[in-house]
């Protein structure tokens, strides 16, 4: 992609939402970066419930997980490849689909090197690799990793495995997968001489914490990890030569004295490291914490209201000046500034409607 005209240096970022085929479930939008402003610039439509969107690292292609049960007569979900217009980072055709071989992927990744997509299929209970060609195209399965538990304490959401998130370690061969049902991470090396994915750990977390999302620290070896069903984060050392994670201390995303309906959602930490951010659905808030520079411990310091209902995910804008919320139950993005230096959040009162936006992406 262009340096000079298009992606985040025009505010381009893209929404993912549920829907038909025949309703937009992808938007193009803009964000005027020095007021919060934004706009829709593009519809996308023929991709069901385009759940979760990644981003080739040379803006090649956007890939879009169609959150599904089957496609075209086999089971499994699907993930599609669409061409991202270098001049404008607007969206073309989809060039290249494959089958997740798992039932509703809910979680997409790519690799850094731009050689491999990893999807995490929820109630397959499975994460799938899925090879890329020089061009970004998608090409069939190479491995599928198919994850085994007995029934969690939470009889309802853990019966069985539930892949939630699938993520790469920066500047390693391992990928994290993380398993609502199995109350674990499960750690792999992607062989990519054989194009396959060896287990090299898994990480167990408490009983009934449901671990939904990860979010690397920049500089530390630790990662966090969102507990959708115990309402926390969990902190974790990372061990990048061997591949494991250890779980050290878990911190609750919800103010002291509520005791209503939450499950937590997304998480993300700041680029220079210094701030953590995850949303509460049912509290309806993101969480701020301050991260420890000597140990990556955390400390909270701000809950603000999600401007919405339900904030499945959220995204800290390139720059490091917006927190853009996506509020599925009501159907609408929340703008908010952030103090870099204090990691606030403030409501800039700007934001967009949009039928059940779930996935913010920027461009590159």
């Known amino acids: 992609m262009s340096a000079a005209a298009n992606g985040w240096n025009e ?9 038909e085929k025949t309703d937009a479930t992808i938007h193009v939008c803009k964000i005027n970066k020095a007021t919060g402003e934004l706009s829709i610039v593009q519809r996308v439509k023929g991709v069901e419930n385009a759940s979760f969107l990644a981003l080739h690292p040379e803006s090649k292609r956007l890939y879009a997980a169609k959150e599904i049960e089957e496609s075209r007569g086999v089971a499994g979900g699907e993930v599609v490849a669409i061409a991202i217009q270098p001049d404008t980072g607007l969206l073309g055709e989809v060039t290249s689909l494959a089958s997740t071989v798992g039932a509703h992927p809910c979680y997409i990744s790519v690799n850094e090197a731009g050689t491999a997509l990893y999807a995490a299929n929820y109630t397959g209970g499975s994460i799938s690799l899925h090879p890329l060609t020089a061009a970004g195209e998608l090409q069939s399965a190479s491995a599928v990793m198919q994850h ?52 090299t750990d898994e990480a167990k ?21 969102a507990n959708e069903l115990a309402s926390s984060v969990t902190l974790l050392s990372v061990d ?41 659905r049912g509290h309806n808030s993101i969480a701020v914490f301050a ?27 390139p720059d490091g000046a917006y927190v853009l919320a996506a509020n599925g139950k009501t159907g609408n993005i929340a703008v908010f500034r952030r103090d870099q230096e204090l990691g606030t959040l403030a409501p800039t009162g700007h934001g967009l409607e949009l039928n059940i936006p779930v996935c913010i992406r920027f461009g590159l």
């Not at 381009?12 to 829907?19: K, N, R």
């Open 240 to 280: 990048r030569k061997a591949g494991a994670l250890r779980a050290r201390q878990t911190y609750s995303t919800l103010p002291e004295g509520y005791d209503g309906y939450n499950d937590s959602a997304d998480i993300h930490v700041s680029a220079d490291g210094r701030y953590l951010y995850s949303s509460n």
């Open 291 to 317: 991260i420890s520079s000597q140990n990556g411990e955390l400390s909270p310091i701000q809950h603000i209201g999600c401007g919405g209902e339900l904030p499945r995910n959220f995204g800290i804008t």
């Open 148 to 199: 085994e538990c007995e029934p969690g304490p939470v009889a309802d959401r853990q019966e069985k495995p539930h892949a939630h998130c699938v993520s790469p370690v920066p500047g390693t061969s391992y990928v994290c997968a993380v398993d609502l049902g199995m109350d674990a991470v499960v750690t792999y090396r992607h062989d990519t001489e054989a194009q396959t994915l060896v287990k």
């Open 11 to 19: 505010g381009i970022f893209y929404v993912g939402s549920y829907g």
């Open 205 to 225: 977390f408490f009983g009934g914490a449901g671990p939904r999302h990860i979010a690397y620290h920049p500089t530390l070896d630790v990662a966090y990890v």
